[in-house]
């Protein structure tokens, strides 16, 4: 790690009220003295004037300073509250990057510090960044929940019952003479070793959660050419994001919107009509339709009434269970036979679109369950959790694992905790970690 007191711009797109800029290293103290011509008491807003070298006045900030290791990063850090224009920022800066070992920060160096010196853990940082990059009201409940530790706790938990379990067959090994293990031993490392196995496969099942809240939940609207799905798309977004044309197999690529549903994320991708075709690049555009339809997390059949109706079972084939049939072009029915559940939308009149949002959202919401459950939401987590239940199922699965071989597995399985944690050797994971982040965080 560097010795360098960094600093940046920490706050959002100027010109703005208020801009902050956060320093943290060894020399922060310096550069209040040296700006401010005094260090204020530790997390007390002070109004101060920073100034330059030559004493003159750059700006009338609110000054705060957090003495480490009680602070974000752990060491001694800064903020200046300034007024949030391009040109109070040029000239605060630029005399900061003129002191001696003062430098601007990289992406997520600040948290890199934070995690380095022992203030967050791996996890956290990565809820940290979820939380900044949240769009929705879910997504921010997510990142909450592990940027507060909740997850690292769940993992220090089940290492913590790896680490006893360990203890518990060296101590056995120690002071018994005999090679078999005991049956009390035997029995209470089954118990334990198959505890684990449920918690962790239950916790990795919800991947698929933690992905559509993340990720967004994914909506595919499909059907022949002509049913009205690029209009549809458009009038979801509220904007005109794909061509519409009255001819038949207009689109080609998939197209995607992400919207924001009653909290949800969802993204909803327009495909190319589907109908036999000698015409290469549509077949890849078709083939490229029914994928995304298979993949989806819902999938909409665009039925439109002037076309020959498809039977729900072919769809099923065709694109598994999650697909639902939705009448489009509803203005051009005369008698429409509303009477049953489905839905019928047009893109012209906006008909139904309200149904068929609320239809989204309840099976966004249906798809995640009750939500107080810890999501598993990131595949690097996966990865290694599956690594640590390969080890468990290893001792299961071999009756005549020796106890040095046990304890050997146990350790594996636990390190593997520990790399999602960050407590194991996980210099390589850093930066593709801390890539994430913006400067300032
Ligand atoms: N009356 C009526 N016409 C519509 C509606 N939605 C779409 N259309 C018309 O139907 C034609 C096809 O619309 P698109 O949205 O391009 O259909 P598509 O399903 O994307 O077609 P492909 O991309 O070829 O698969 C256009 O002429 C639209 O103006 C609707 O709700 N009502
Ligand atoms: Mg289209």
Same mark, same amino acid.
């Given at each position: 790690m560097s010795d360098d007191t960094i600093f940046a711009l920490s706050s959002g797109n100027v010109p703005s009220?208020?801009?902050?800029?956060?320093?943290?290293?060894?020399?922060?103290?310096?550069?209040?003295?040296?700006?401010i011509g005094f260090l204020p008491p530790a997390r007390k807003a002070v109004l101060a004037e920073l100034k330059d070298g030559s004493d003159k006045i750059l700006d009338q900030a609110i000054v705060l300073f957090f003495?480490?290791?009680?602070?974000?990063?752990?060491?001694?850090?800064?903020?200046?509250?300034v007024h949030g224009s391009r040109a109070v920022l040029n000239v605060v800066l630029s005399e900061l990057s003129h002191f001696d070992g003062f430098r601007l920060a990289e992406a997520g160096e600040f948290s890199r510090r934070a995690f380095e010196?022992?203030?967050?853990?791996?996890?956290?940082? =990565? #809820?940290?960044s979820d939380l900044i990059l949240a769009n929705t009201e879910q997504q921010r409940v997510l990142a909450q929940k592990q940027t507060s530790g909740k997850l690292r706790a769940l993992y220090d938990d089940w290492r913590?019952?790896?680490?006893?379990?360990?203890?518990?067959?060296?101590?056995?090994?120690?002071?018994?003479?005999?090679?078999?293990?005991?049956?009390?031993?035997?029995?209470?490392?089954?118990?334990?070793?198959?505890?684990?196995?449920?918690?962790?496969?239950?916790?990795?099942?919800?991947?698929?959660?933690?992905?559509?809240?993340?990720?967004?939940?994914?909506?595919?609207?499909?059907?022949?050419?002509?049913?009205?799905?690029?209009?549809?798309?458009?009038?979801?977004?509220?904007?005109?994001?794909?061509?519409?044309?009255?001819?038949?197999g207009t689109t080609r690529d998939i197209i995607s919107i992400s919207l924001n549903l009653d909290g949800f994320e969802v993204v909803i991708s327009d495909?190319? #009509?589907?109908?036999?075709?000698?015409?290469?690049?549509?077949?890849?555009?078709?083939?490229?339709?029914?994928?995304?339809g298979r993949d989806a997390n819902l999938t909409l059949f665009l039925q439109s009434s002037d076309q020959e109706p498809w039977n729900q079972s072919d769809l099923e084939d065709m694109f598994g269970d999650n697909v639902e049939i939705i009448y489009s072009k509803a203005d051009l029915l005369s008698n429409k036979n509303?009477?049953?559940?489905?839905?019928?939308?047009?893109?012209?009149?906006?008909a139904g679109l309200k149904d068929l949002e609320q239809l989204i959202s309840i099976r966004a919401r249906n798809s *995640?369950?009750?939500?107080?459950?810890?999501?598993?939401?990131r595949m690097r987590h996966k990865l290694l959790l599956e690594k640590s239940l390969f080890h468990l199922n290893s001792i299961l699965?071999?009756?005549?694992?020796? *106890?040095?071989?046990?304890?050997? =597995?146990?350790?594996?399985?636990?390190?593997?905790?520990?790399?999602?944690?960050?407590?194991?050797?996980?210099?390589?994971?850093?930066?593709?970690?801390?890539? =994430?982040?913006?400067?300032?965080?």
């Open positions: 009220g208020v801009a902050i800029i956060r320093l943290s290293g060894p020399k922060v103290r310096f550069a209040f003295e040296t700006m003495e480490g290791p009680r602070s974000f990063t752990g060491e001694d850090c800064g903020e200046f509250h010196n022992g203030r967050l853990d791996l996890t956290e940082i =990565e #809820g940290l913590n019952r790896l680490i006893n379990l360990r203890a518990h067959i060296e101590a056995d090994l120690d002071f018994s003479e005999e090679e078999d293990i005991p049956d009390d031993v035997n029995r209470h490392l089954i118990d334990g070793v198959g505890g684990l196995i449920t918690d962790i496969t239950a916790h990795i099942d919800s991947f698929v959660k933690g992905e559509i809240i993340r990720e967004g939940f994914k909506v595919s609207l499909v059907g022949a050419p002509n049913s009205g799905k690029s209009s549809l798309l458009n009038a979801l977004a509220k904007r005109d994001v794909a061509i519409v044309s009255e001819y038949k495909t190319a #009509g589907i109908r036999d075709t000698d015409d290469v690049v549509e077949r890849i555009g078709i083939d490229r339709a029914i994928d995304s509303i009477g049953d559940n489905s839905i019928y939308v047009s893109s012209i009149s906006q *995640i369950g009750n939500g107080n459950q810890l999501f598993l939401t699965n071999d009756n005549e694992m020796l *106890i040095e071989l046990i304890s050997e =597995e146990l350790r594996l399985a636990s390190d593997q905790l520990g790399r999602i944690i960050g407590k194991v050797d996980v210099e390589d994971l850093l930066d593709a970690v801390f890539s =994430e982040f913006c400067v300032g965080k």
